[in-house]
Structures are given as structure tokens and as C-alpha cells.
């Protein structure tokens, strides 16, 4: 379990339906996410999935849920993902109820799940892709000082139409040094 100011991002629970659906399943929240939106059956297969990668061995999948530390109501997910075989490069990610957008929890969860990466899988590389026109998540990842790497144009098809789609990294070494700097 990780702790923000405002959030508790923990494992996923298959109880965790309903809350997940609601977000999963619309199309809003969606539009710029590589899934949905969600029927009833992606979402379980969802749950399913992330609640089988918690145990497995070893472990590549930490997804997790984003709940509201004041109210204890699961407002979103997020996580992380091994993408090679050496366990040091991971992609990641977030994704909100809309009732929660604009009051910088995406930022809180992103800034938790690199702190994550780099302090506890002592990731190497942390990178995420970024839908072109999702400005909100442009602007997290440049408040995070992840560098955008490059613009892969109609790279991915989803939803009957092709996507441009930006992605943006940042090195472990890079992120040790603008803590060092921080501290002196």
C-alpha cells in the first residue's frame, strides 16, 4: 500500500467492481486511455487479471486502486508495468473518475507510482505514452520533469480510429540527482 496526502493507492479487490466500472465504462473518462469503454465483462476480466498479477512470481503487474484517504471511496487506478526482462524499465499510468478530475490527484498518484519505481523496483527507466490532446497528462508529466521523447503519429488503432500518441521518460539517475539537488 503507498500513501499520498489524499490518496491510499492499494491492491484491487474483485469488490472493487462497481467503483471501477463506473469509471472504466466512460466514455469521457476513456477517450484518452488504451481500454474502453469498459463493458461489464472487461472489467471483471480487469479485476481478474490485476488481482492475479499481485501474486505472481515474479512480479511485472502493480496495479493498483486509488482511493480517497478522506472518504475511503476508490476514485480511480493506477500502476505500473515491467516492459522487458530485466526488470528495470516500466511503464505506467493513471486513470481518474471524471467527479475527481482537476484537483491535481493524477499528479499526487503519478508522483506516488515513480517514487515507487525508482525507491522500490529501483527501476532504471520509468516512461508513460500520452494521447495527443490529453493536455492534462502532458502537463503532469512535465510537472514530474519527464522528458518528452518523441511523437509516434498514428501508431495506435483503437475505437475505429488511428491515434497519435506522445511519449514521455525520465532515468532513475536523473531522478536521484533533482533529489540530491533538492536536499542541498
Known amino acids: 500500500m503507498?500513501?499520498?496526502?489524499?490518496l491510499i493507492l492499494r491492491e484491487l479487490a474483485q469488490s472493487d467492481f462497481d467503483a471501477v466500472h463506473d469509471y472504466a465504462s466512460d466514455p469521457l473518462v476513456t477517450r484518452y486511455m488504451s481500454f474502453g469503454p469498459n463493458t461489464v465483462d472487461e472489467t471483471r476480466a480487469f479485476l481478474t487479471r490485476s488481482?492475479?498479477?499481485?501474486?505472481?512470481i515474479p512480479r511485472r503487474n502493480y496495479t493498483f486502486a486509488a482511493v480517497e484517504r478522506a472518504t475511503?471511496?476508490?476514485?480511480g487506478?493506477?500502476?505500473?508495468?515491467q516492459c522487458d526482462g530485466t526488470g528495470q524499465h516500466y511503464t505506467f499510468g493513471y486513470c481518474f473518475n471524471r467527479n475527481w478530475w482537476r484537483r491535481g490527484l493524477g499528479k499526487?498518484?503519478?508522483?506516488?507510482?515513480?517514487?515507487y519505481g525508482f525507491e522500490r523496483l529501483h527501476a532504471h527507466r520509468l516512461w508513460a505514452h500520452v494521447f495527443v490532446g490529453n493536455s492534462a497528462s502532458v502537463r503532469i508529466m512535465e510537472g514530474l520533469a519527464f522528458r518528452q521523447e518523441g511523437l509516434a503519429l498514428q501508431s495506435l488503432y483503437l475505437r475505429n480510429s488511428w491515434h497519435d500518441i506522445l511519449t514521455f521518460a525520465r532515468l532513475r539517475s536523473e531522478?536521484?540527482?533533482a533529489r540530491e539537488a533538492e536536499r542541498n
Open 72 to 75: 475511503g471511496k476508490l476514485i
Open 108 to 115: 499526487e498518484a503519478a508522483g506516488a507510482l515513480v517514487q
Open 175 to 177: 531522478w536521484l540527482a
Open 77 to 81: 487506478g493506477c500502476g505500473l508495468e
Open 51 to 56: 488481482i492475479e498479477s499481485a501474486t505472481a
Open 2 to 6: 503507498l500513501q499520498t496526502e489524499r
